[in-house]
């Protein structure tokens, strides 16, 4: 009987004895699996923002031919290609320094004849660890054969805003804001977002539509407007209240005589005036018979000008034969 109970009491110490370092075993290789990075996270560049943060606590271990794969590709023609893959070297010294996570270099040969996404797959499986990558065909490979992946891209869809800019849902809201127009509101998520012109509708549920989010150390927070909110007009637009009852009887005004077109348009007269003259004067030149100027004659000889002209007499003194001669003719014209 004494021996039953011995042999009992051993295989129950053994069996709890196995448990004990199964579960020690998967537990220290959960936490010491190596990360291995892919060439695609180290040209995306946003893993360094993931290892600032401190969430990787596990080893990186970047493979020495996923090295070797960004020089290759820095020393290509392709100047584009260039420059992604001297990022991506770049990226590798930044981890390096960086005192949130250990950073390696795993010497697996410069070159890996497979290709280097059949090479992260061979080290994961051997060494039982991950791959950090962004390629969607490995990661598609990876998670067929069984590897954990961590896929940069799927972390941030996770970590993005549940609402972008523009997009409009329905909130109740609970409480009023800071200003007394503004109402407030929260989301599934606990994101409390605060809404414009709602300080009114407290207690109902509106649908809005989202402004902008503000992310602080506190947590995020998002502004947003009626969809419906009604305009507020001020001034000669404002909505006047319409009159109940019998019509206002409006008391007619008496008429005014007209005035004549003369008075009424003082200013048109002259110029009327002034354009029936330049009618009249038209209408006088067009009846009017036009004379035509004679032909001048043909201009004379100069000489013939000058037997015609009279000859001028010049007054001189007279001399004693003159007057003899003068004489002389009076008597002759006596005895005639």
Known sequence: MDILIIVLLFVIAAEATYLTVNNFQKFGRTSQ??????TSVLIDGRIVSIAQSGFMSRTLYIPRSVVGELQFLADNADSEKRTRARHGLDVINELQALTTVDTKIFQDGTR?????????????KKHN???????YNLNKVAVVEGIAVLNVNDLAKTLRMAYLPGERTMIELTQKGNDSHQGVGHLSDGTMVVVEQGGQLVGKSVEIEFIRSLQTAAGKMMFAKLVNAPEKKTGRNAAQPKPTGQKPVVAKTARTPRQP?????????????QTQQVQEQQSDAATTPQYEKPARA??????SSRQQQPRKQYNRRKSPEDSLMELVNSENNDNK
Do not use: M
């Open 298 to 303: 043909p201009q004379q000889r100069q000489n």
């Open 33 to 38: 699996s190596p990360i291995f990075v892919d």
């Open 129 to 135: 660890g991950s791959i950090c990558t962004i390629d």
């Open 112 to 124: 890996a004849k497979d290709g280097v996404d059949n090479r992260l797959l061979e080290l994961a």
């Open 261 to 273: 077109r003369e008075a009424r348009e003082p200013a048109q007269q002259p110029a009327q005036q």
